[in-house]
């Protein structure tokens, strides 16, 4: 089973976000902060949701994704929820630095755009990182 870790903040509700994951096939748990987050990357999470108060990353949030190996932070997906952010927004994710962000209306789906979002991942990294793409399963 793959492992989501979550880390609540601003308009996402932590347990309903656990709670979508779950019901998407993940084992989904909350960190308490970025360095747990971390923690649990690095122990195998394929999927780290964040919440954002706006339309940017938590400083330590986006510290602890910064300073995360290359070979770690290919093995996941990195999926943003947050008011003024629109769902799929390819340029916003992009220099945020993660890989899908979400709209706060759509966090009731973060475990379908989890699952859509590590299919995605997984074949982009594949031709590049086979050790990676292995870790987000397929």
Same mark, same amino acid.
């Given at each position: ?6 880390? !609540? ?34 122990? !195998? ?9 706006? !339309? ?10 910064? %300073? ?18 629109? %769902? ?15 709209? %706060? ?13 590590? !299919? ?19």
């Amino acid at each position: 089973m793959r492992r989501a870790v979550v880390l !609540g903040g601003g308009s996402l509700q932590a347990d309903a976000a656990l709670g979508a994951l779950a019901a998407a096939g993940f084992d989904a748990v909350a960190a308490g902060g970025a360095a747990e987050l971390r923690g649990h990357v690095e122990i !195998g999470a394929t999927v780290v949701v964040l919440g954002s108060a706006g !339309g940017g990353l938590d400083a330590a949030a986006a510290a602890a994704l910064a %300073t995360l190996p290359a070979a770690l932070r290919r093995g996941c997906a990195v999926l943003v929820v947050g008011p003024g952010l629109v %769902t799929g927004d390819g340029l916003r994710a992009f220099l945020l630095g993660v890989d899908l962000v979400v709209a %706060t209306a759509d966090a009731a789906r973060i475990g379908e755009l989890a699952a859509s979002a590590v !299919g995605v991942k997984r074949v982009l990294v594949a031709p590049l990182d086979p050790a990676a793409a292995g870790r987000l399963g397929g």
